[in-house]
């Protein structure tokens, strides 16, 4: 770990640095495809410095809700993702089972009356270096329209019409959030949506 902390502030940081101090002395607004192609150019800068490892992705936190990273040295395509959150109810309860293995299958979450979340969502696309430049604000209408506006501060059970026969789990919740964004995104390929229901309890679904 102190390997790796040392090459980076040695050689990743000072590129980023140089970059932003120019662009700033510029006045030029840096791009999202700006900051991938500033990790691409670290990761070249990174190769071959910690003996047999190598670079496996790299990654720039914008601020605690957006992240850019690319996956590889020559990468053409990066991600960017951003999170999300809303307030739900929802019950995780089937009449089939005795009140024994609904507890058993639902652990504390087995209330026949429901119970509430704060849910993030976060959700990440695919987009290539090159080409049309993506805009933060577009991308956050679409996941507002085609999702958020639709589950929050709703009883998921009873206002979002997949969960009226299926039961909303964190896994469930993934799926349905994958399938009214997939092919939302202009220019971006949706690359996978994780939802937290707590700290602790996340499901991933790419697809």
Same mark, same amino acid.
């Given at each position: 770990? $102190? &390997? ?6 040695? *050689?990743? $940081? ?46 720039? *936190? ?39 293995? +609904? ?22 696309? *695919? ?12 991308? &956050?209408?679409?996941? +507002? *329209? ?50 937290? &229901? ?10």
């Amino acid at each position: 770990v $102190v &390997e790796i902390d040392r090459h980076v502030r040695a *050689e990743a $940081v000072p590129l980023f640095i140089a970059q932003t101090s120019e662009a700033f002395r510029a006045g030029r607004h840096l791009a999202i495809s700006d900051v991938a192609a500033m990790l691409v150019n670290a990761w070249t800068a990174l190769k071959g410095r910690f003996g047999g490892p190598e670079v496996s992705r790299i990654c720039l *936190e914008l601020n605690p809700f957006r992240k850019v990273a690319v996956c590889a040295e020559d990468c053409s395509v990066y991600t960017f993702s951003e999170k999300f959150e809303f307030a739900a109810t929802h019950t995780l309860w089937n009449d089939k089972f005795s009140d024994q293995k +609904n507890l058993d299958v639902f652990g504390k979450c087995a209330n026949p009356l429901g119970h509430g979340h704060n849910y993030v969502v976060e959700v990440a696309v *695919e987009r290539p270096l090159e080409g049309q430049e993506f805009h933060i604000g577009q991308f &956050e209408k679409a996941v +507002n *329209e085609a999702f958020i506006q639709s589950v929050d501060h709703k009883n998921l059970n009873a206002q979002v019409p997949e969960f009226a026969e299926l039961n909303p789990t964190v896994e469930n919740i993934a799926r349905v959030a994958w399938r009214r964004l997939e092919g939302r995104f202009s220019g971006a390929v949706l690359s996978s949506v994780t939802v937290w &229901e707590n700290d602790k309890t996340y499901c991933t679904f790419r697809g």
